[in-house]
């Protein structure tokens, strides 16, 4: 499989932030990343992808939490496989798994305290600076003496952001940080991301379309352990140009189709439905004929 | 910055001197050396004039940021009378928050430890005196009575220290791993912490029974013996794999000399040689697979 870069040009790869080859990863029979080649940029990508497609194992492998069978990845030049560079790597890093796990005696505070050390930041008075300082990006200024607990999913989901965001890293690894978040608490997401300073790498998985077309300038889909796609959103939805139409019946030849909110049927497919009106693609129309193309596959 | 204090014309007074504005301003932007702040705030809780001044100086972006930070700062755990005295006898205080998210460590845990001990304990007294009376035998020489002990005993300090380092057991271990503080500094803290509170009941339940004086300190050594096999073996197999095997290793000769010959043989004179040499074995292994251990934990 050929290298897909992400930011095409050849100046942006020599300097990319990110440089994988070649990546695999296995769990018993399950293949979960096959020879996965991809370069990042700074500012945001976004995975794209099913449950079980590699993405999770793909950023937990960027967040040097897990270790590939075979392929070779550069963090910002460096080695992760080296334990002094992984060490190196990690100093940048911010991380959000795609479940949090704290101990439940935690405060919002005590728990933002407790990673600020493990992200080496010692000094009691500028781990509470940090604290501080990421409590009021997500908005949470009140909460510190709050147990984790008693928060709603949303206000967790907060948190977990938050503490990925102490210290400032280069390098954000964001796997599904939308979930469980409302319609406004996704805007404000998408508002935080935007305006980070330092132009950090970003890279965060999603099942939301419209996160990605909202605020990622580069979108990778993953199918199967491998790379699908990697490109613009534009270039995304541009590839289901053609195959996206609507009709006011159903058509049973359609690879998908659903009714929209103007009491359409939308059809994505090979073949466009009897009187059916050809429609603009949107993310979400790629995604999806891309998803279909690799579940024939 | 060593300003002339109280020598301005301004603001204009009415009556006796007041702060200059260029004081004022030091003052407020957080410029001034301890003794003129000392000084100025001194006067300051005096007069109303200089106050109305000093407001003018102030960043409310910089105070607003400032009252999150000691906002925070009382939100942030840390006056408990246990913190307070570890601090005294010299942990550092980023140490201390680790240790807080230990499981073993936590009241409740060592509470079912001091239960469980509590159980073997009171079992192996009740047998103690009811034995005697019945079948004429001492106590003392009937060292079966100690079995529930020597097999519970180390055991339960293993589970401790497993607490400390499996995965399935911290359940913030992924941020833990991808995090740049030492992974083996801070499962080594951890492991050594949950050793040593775990070992404290043991030994005081060991003082009870009715066994050897020497009995309390017998206990160490294959505790220690145990914890350091795990962690060795989690070098190779995966962390709940190495604590199961290391428990069997336990349990079986304790078992088995149980049923043929003598518990207490398990921490006699060849029961200690054995766990010292697995015990220096074991460490040896976690230092040449210390890379290994780390991306096992992760893995």
């Given at each position: ?9 050849t ?59 075979a ?59 940090e ?124 690879h ?42 | ?52 001044q ?44 680790l ?84 992974s083996?500094?801070?499962?080594l ?23 050897p ?5 017998a ?54 040689s054995?766990?010292a ?23």
């Amino acid at each position: 499989m050929g290298e897909l870069i992400v930011n095409g040009s050849t100046s942006a790869r020599d300097e990319a932030a990110v440089r994988v080859g070649g990546l695999s990863r296995r769990y018993g029979e399950i293949r979960a990343l096959d020879a996965v080649d991809l370069t990042l940029d700074r500012g945001i990508t976004g995975l794209l992808g099913p449950n079980g497609a590699g993405k999770t194992t793909l950023l937990s492998i960027l967040a040097t939490v897990n270790e590939p069978d075979a392929g070779d990845i550069k963090i910002f030049g460096l080695n992760p496989k080296i334990h002094a560079e992984r060490v190196q790597i990690r100093r940048q890093l911010g991380f959000l798994p795609q479940e949090l796990g704290y101990h439940r005696h935690f405060t919002v505070a005590g728990f933002l305290d407790y990673v600020a050390i493990l992200k080496e930041i010692v000094d009691r008075r500028r781990r509470a600076e940090e604290v501080a300082r990421v409590l009021a990006t997500v908005g949470m200024e009140g909460f510190g003496r709050r147990r984790i607990r008693t928060l709603s999913g949303g206000f967790r989901q907060r948190l977990a952001i938050a503490q990925s965001l102490l210290g400032s890293p280069e390098l954000l690894v964001l796997d599904e940080p939308t979930a469980g978040l409302d319609t406004e608490q996704r805007l404000r997401f998408r508002e935080l991301l935007s305006n980070l300073p330092g132009d950090p790498v970003i890279v965060l998985s999603t099942h939301q379309a419209d996160d990605i077309a909202a605020i990622c300038p580069r979108v990778v889909v993953v199918l199967d352990g491998r790379i699908a796609f990697a490109g613009t959103p534009t270039a995304l939805a541009d590839t289901a140009a053609g195959h996206v139409w609507t009709a006011t019946q159903r058509d049973e030849r359609a690879h998908m189709s659903w009714r929209d909110g103007d009491n359409q049927w939308r059809h994505i497919g090979d073949l466009p439905p009897t009187g059916s009106v050809t429609a603009t693609p949107t993310v979400e129309d790629g995604y999806l004929l891309l998803s279909h193309a690799g579940g024939k596959r | 910055m060593t300003p002339e204090l109280f020598d301005g014309p301004e603001p204009a007074p009415s009556a006796g001197w007041h702060a200059p504005v260029t004081v004022l301003a030091s003052y407020a932007a957080g410029d001034l050396g301890n003794t003129y702040v000392w000084s100025i705030e001194a006067h300051l809780s005096d007069c109303a004039l200089c106050r109305g001044q000093l407001s003018v100086h102030t960043d409310n972006e910089r105070l607003a940021r400032n009252r999150s930070v000691v906002l925070a700062m009382a939100a942030i755990p840390g006056a408990r009378w246990p913190r307070r005295l570890a601090r005294r006898l010299g942990l550092p205080d980023h140490v201390l928050v680790l240790l807080s998210a230990t499981s073993s460590l936590r009241r409740s845990w060592l509470l079912s430890v001091v239960a469980v001990l509590g159980v073997v304990t009171g079992e192996s007294l009740l047998v103690h005196a009811l034995w005697p009376h019945h079948a004429g035998i001492a106590a003392y020489s009937e060292p079966a009575v100690l079995a529930p002990l020597l097999l519970v005993g180390p055991l339960l300090v293993l589970v401790g220290v497993a607490a400390a380092f499996v995965p399935s057991l911290d359940p913030g271990y992924r941020l833990a791993v991808a995090a740049p503080f030492s992974s083996l500094t801070l499962l080594l803290v951890r492991a050594v912490s949950a050793l040593t509170a775990a070992l404290i009941p043991l030994a005081c339940a060991a003082v009870v029974v009715p066994g050897p004086r020497w009995l309390p300190a017998a206990l160490l050594l294959p505790s220690l013996a145990l914890c350091a096999f795990a962690l060795a073996a989690a070098t190779v197999v995966g962390p709940t794999a190495a604590v199961v095997t290391s428990g069997a290793m336990w349990a079986l000769p304790v078992a088995w000399l149980t049923v043929t010959q003598s518990p207490l043989e398990s921490v006699e004179a060849h029961g200690q040689s054995l766990c010292a040499v697995v015990a220096v074995a074991a460490v040896a292994v976690v230092f040449a697979r210390r890379d290994r251990l780390e991306m096992r934990w992760a893995s």
